[in-house]
């Protein structure tokens, strides 16, 4: 079946620092693919998303790359912050009713 | 400017107690969705909507029920609770006919069975 598999945490790193988180995928024919961010005590918010192989998704100065032939949709920060402190999943669609399959989550902790 | 609202937010039940999450969405989505939250698991679907007036199973139903009551709302039942069943519930929506299809969630429901 579908699953996601992103690395674990919690990684902490200080301010402006680069931030990747690893994400690869396992599907039956071509999903949908996205990072959401959980911030301390809310919900689930969209942060990316791409649907085709090599398409890039960028938001907040996050980006992520849909590679196909690594199964992989890491995400990359150049320079984080202290607000960047979160849950971060990654998820992938691949039915039409918009189903996703969720990774485990990554803390990210980010000192001043 | 509500999106997916919630409640209860928090709430702590005895085993064998039943209970009902409310969810409610105002952005006129056709699906929604029922995920519970556990450490090192990520988000399962318990249940989901994909239009008004019908109703499937995820990938972890079993102790759950659903109703769809209508268009904005989407109930979750816990008949007989269980400690297994503590952990963070989210309600979310969609309109899944888009291509990316983007999930809204609520702000979650934190249940505890003792």
Not at chain 1, 51 to 69: C, L, M, V
Request: include cysteine; glycine fraction near 10%; hydrophobic fraction near 30%.
């Amino acid at each position: 079946g579908d699953s996601v598999t992103q690395m674990e945490g919690p990684v902490t790193l200080s301010e402006e620092a680069f931030l990747t988180i690893n994400c690869t995928y396992t599907a039956t024919g071509y999903p949908s693919l996205f990072w959401y961010v959980q911030y301390p005590g809310e919900g689930l918010q969209l942060l990316l998303k791409a649907t085709k192989a090599d398409d890039k998704g960028s938001n907040k100065g996050f980006e992520a790359t849909y590679r196909k032939e690594t199964t992989s949709f890491h995400l990359e920060k150049g320079s984080v912050q202290v607000s960047d402190s979160a849950v971060y999943f990654c998820a992938l669609k691949t039915d039409s009713w918009g189903k996703l399959q969720f990774g485990a989550g990554t803390q990210v902790v980010v000192t001043p | 400017n509500a999106g997916v609202t919630q409640t209860p937010k928090f709430q702590v039940l005895k085993t064998g107690q039943s209970m009902t999450l409310q969810c409610a969405q105002d952005m006129n989505h056709n699906s929604m969705y029922w995920y519970r939250q556990d450490p090192g698991m990520g988000l399962r679907l318990i249940y989901y909507s994909a239009s008004e007036g019908t109703t499937d199973k995820g990938e972890v139903p079993n102790g759950y029920n659903v109703s769809r009551l209508n268009k904005r709302e989407f109930s979750l039942r816990l008949e007989s609770a269980a400690p297994s069943q503590t952990s963070v519930y989210f309600c979310a929506s969609s309109e899944a006919r888009s291509g990316a299809n983007v999930l809204t969630f609520g702000a979650g429901s934190r249940l505890t069975v003792l």
